[in-house]
Nanobody, 117 residues
Framework: QVQLVESGGGLVQPGGSLRLSCAASTRIFSIYHMGWYRQAPGKERELVARISTSGTTNYADSVKGRFTISRDNAKNTVYLQMNSLRPEDTAVYYC???????????WGQGTQVTVSS
């Protein structure tokens, strides 16, 4: 099972930017669909963005135009560039992978993003 390690979270003011990274421990990263989810206190985990093996992306309506997901298969890493951050973006952000052959999925440990003045 692939292990995922997120980084890049932190405290940022409204309107600011952060870039999250998720490194995967696999030699065949290209066969994994990747995604970012988030969970705010008292709320269910929700999809933020995902990127397929072919590079197709989709986003939650709440982040469209502000967040960008990308992947670097040579570095086994997926990124989430977050711009124009809002207080309601505050959450723990989790990286997710889905093996397109076995259909098994994995989760990272999460990274906290706090948007506050």
């Amino acid at each position: 099972q692939v292990q995922l390690v997120e980084s890049g979270g932190g405290l940022v003011q409204p309107g600011g930017s952060l870039r999250l990274s998720c490194a995967a421990s696999t030699r065949i990263f290209s066969i994994y669909h990747m995604g970012w989810y988030r969970q705010a206190p008292g709320k269910e985990r929700e999809l933020v963005a995902r990127i397929s093996t072919s590079g197709t992306t989709n986003y939650a309506d709440s982040v469209k135009g502000r967040f960008t997901i990308s992947r670097d298969n040579a570095k086994n890493t997926v990124y989430l560039q977050m711009n124009s951050l809002r207080p309601e973006d505050t959450a723990v952000y989790y990286c997710n992978s889905v093996n397109t052959i076995t259909r098994s999925d994995s989760w990272g440990q999460g990274t906290q993003v706090t948007v506050s003045s």
